[in-house]
C-alpha cells in the first residue's frame, strides 16, 4: 500500500513537472531559432513571452476538430494519443537525482528502476513510432501516407544502430538498469571511454525523433507536413507535444548513459540532471538552426552503409579492448 | 521483482488518461461546422481524384526485411553485452564468429544493392 501511494505520488508529480518542460520546450525553441535567425522570436504574450505556451495550449483546446472524409477515424484518433503517451511513458526509468529524505522517507528520486532499464526505453519508443506512423496511414492523404512510410523506414534503419550505439555502455557498465550505469559513472563519465558511441547516439537520435537534418518525413517543402498534414485542435499539439517529449527524453537518456547523469559535484543531483540534459537540448534546437534537411536516399544510405558498420565496429574494438 | 513495474503501469495510466482526456476536450470545448470541401482531403489544384491508400515502392519492404534480420543480432548482442565481463576471451571469440557470419549477409546485401535508394 505504501508502495502503491509512494508511486502514484511519485508519477504524478514528475508527469506535471515532465508536461511543463514539454509546454515550455516549444517556447525556447522558438526563441533560439528566432535568435538564431537574427530576430526576437515570441515576445508579445507576456513577459518574453513566456505565457505563449499556455495561450497555445488554450488556442488548442477551442479550434475546430476536423476529421477528414475518407480518414480511418478510430485510428485517426488513437494515433496523437498513442504518440504523446509512449513519449511520456519513457520518462519511467530515468533516475533524475540521488535519493533525499522527506519526512523520515528515503525517496530515490526516480519513478522506477528496472533490470531491463535500456529494453524499456527502447521498446516504449517503438510503440511512440506507431504513433506516427499510423496517423499518416489513417489520415486518407497521399502526402500524409508518403510521410508515414519515409518515417517508418527511417526509424527502423536508424532504430540499428540506436541500438548497437549503446550496447559500448552496457559492456562497459555490465548491466541494463540505469540507475546501475549511472552509478558506474562515479569517477568518469563513459563519454571518455565511448566518444564515439556518444556521436552515434545524438545523430541516431535525431533521426528517431525526425529533427532537422532527417525530419524528411514531415518535410515541409514537399510533403506539406507530411503525416500530420490532416490534423487539426488538440490532437495536432498532443502529436506536437509527443515529439517534444521524445527529444527531452533522449537527451535525458544520453546524459544518463554517457555524461554520468546526476552525479556532479557542488550542486544537488536533479540540478546537474536538468543542466546536462537542457545543454543537449539546446545542441538539438542549435542544430536545427544551422544544417539543411538531407534527401531521402541520403538519409538511408547514411544509416545503413556508414552509421550501421561505425557502430558495429565500435563495439567490436571495445570487445577487443576490454579482454586485451 | 513485478513491483518495480508497478509505477510503470501507473504512468501508462496517467499518460493515456491524459491523452485522452486532451482530445475529449477539445472534443467538447471546439466548435464543429464540417463542410463538404473541410473534411476533403488536403490537396490543392483539382479535386483529388484518389484516396490516399497510394501503391507503396517495393524498397520499403526489403528495408523492413532487412530491419528484422539485424535487429535480431542486436536482440542477441544486449545479454552478451551485459555478461560480456564474465565471459572474457570466449565471449570475444563467439561474439566475432556471430559478427563474422552476419557481416557476410550484409556485404552480400550491399553488392545486391538493396540498400541502394537511386
Not at chain 1, 89 to 96: A, E, K, Q, S, T
Not at chain 1, 231 to 257: D, N, P, Q, R, W
Not at chain 2, 60 to 71: E, I, N, Q, R
Not at chain 2, 90 to 101: A, D, K, R, S, T
Request: charged share 15%.
Amino acid at each position: 500500500m505504501a508502495l502503491l501511494i509512494e508511486s502514484i505520488v511519485k508519477v504524478i508529480v514528475v508527469f506535471g513537472i515532465f508536461l511543463g518542460f514539454v509546454a515550455y520546450m516549444t517556447l525556447l525553441e522558438r526563441k533560439v531559432l528566432g535568435r538564431v535567425q537574427v530576430r526576437y522570436g515570441p515576445n508579445r504574450v507576456g513577459p518574453y513571452g513566456l505565457w505563449q505556451p499556455i495561450a497555445d495550449g488554450i488556442k488548442a483546446f477551442f479550434k475546430e476538430d476536423l476529421i477528414p472524409a475518407n480518414a480511418d477515424k478510430p485510428l485517426f484518433v488513437i494515433a496523437p494519443m498513442i504518440s504523446v503517451a509512449a513519449a511520456i511513458c519513457l520518462i519511467g526509468v530515468i533516475p533524475f537525482g540521488d535519493k533525499i529524505t522527506l519526512f523520515g522517507h528515503t525517496i530515490h528520486l526516480r519513478i522506477t528502476d528496472l533490470d531491463v532499464g535500456i529494453l524499456y526505453l527502447f521498446a516504449t519508443a517503438s510503440i511512440g513510432e506507431y504513433g506516427v506512423v499510423l496517423g499518416g496511414w489513417a489520415s486518407g492523404n497521399r502526402y500524409g501516407v508518403i510521410g508515414a512510410l519515409r518515417a517508418a523506414a527511417q526509424m527502423i534503419s536508424y532504430e540499428l544502430a540506436l541500438g548497437l550505439s549503446v550496447i559500448g555502455v552496457i559492456m562497459i557498465s555490465g548491466s541494463l538498469s540505469l540507475s546501475a550505469i549511472v552509478a558506474k559513472q562515479a569517477h568518469v563519465w563513459n563519454v571518455v571511454y565511448q566518444p564515439f558511441a556518444f556521436i552515434f547516439y545524438m545523430v541516431c537520435a535525431l533521426a528517431e525523433i525526425n529533427r532537422t537534418p532527417f525530419d524528411m518525413p514531415e518535410a515541409e517543402a514537399e510533403l506539406a507536413c507530411g503525416y500530420n498534414i490532416e490534423y487539426s485542435s488538440m490532437k495536432f499539439a498532443l502529436f506536437f507535444m509527443g515529439e517534444y517529449a521524445h527529444l527531452i527524453v533522449v537527451c535525458a537518456v544520453a546524459t544518463t548513459l554517457f555524461l554520468g547523469g546526476w552525479q556532479g559535484p557542488f550542486l544537488p543531483g536533479f540540478l546537474w540532471f536538468l543542466i546536462k540534459t537542457f545543454v543537449l537540448v539546446f545542441f538539438c534546437i542549435w542544430e536545427r538552426g544551422t544544417f539543411p534537411r538531407l534527401r531521402y536516399d541520403q538519409i538511408m544510405h547514411f544509416g545503413w552503409k556508414i552509421l550501421l558498420p561505425l557502430t558495429l565496429a565500435n563495439i567490436v574494438v571495445t570487445a577487443i579492448v576490454m579482454v586485451v | 521483482m513485478l513491483r518495480a513495474y508497478l509505477p510503470i503501469l501507473i504512468l501508462f495510466l496517467v499518460a493515456f488518461g491524459f491523452a485522452a482526456f486532451a482530445v475529449v476536450a477539445s472534443y467538447l470545448l471546439g466548435q464543429r461546422k464540417p463542410t463538404r470541401v473541410k473534411i476533403a482531403p488536403y490537396e490543392c489544384g483539382i479535386s483529388t481524384p484518389g484516396y490516399g491508400k497510394t501503391r507503396i515502392p517495393l524498397r520499403y519492404y526489403t528495408v523492413a526485411m532487412l530491419f528484422l534480420l539485424f535487429d535480431l543480432e542486436v536482440v542477441f548482442l544486449y545479454p552478451w553485452a551485459v555478461t560480456y565481463k564474465k565471459l572474457g576471451l570466449f565471449g570475444l571469440v563467439e561474439m566475432m564468429v556471430f559478427i563474422g557470419i552476419l557481416l557476410v549477409g550484409y556485404v552480400y546485401v550491399w553488392k545486391k544493392g538493396a540498400l541502394e535508394w537511386d
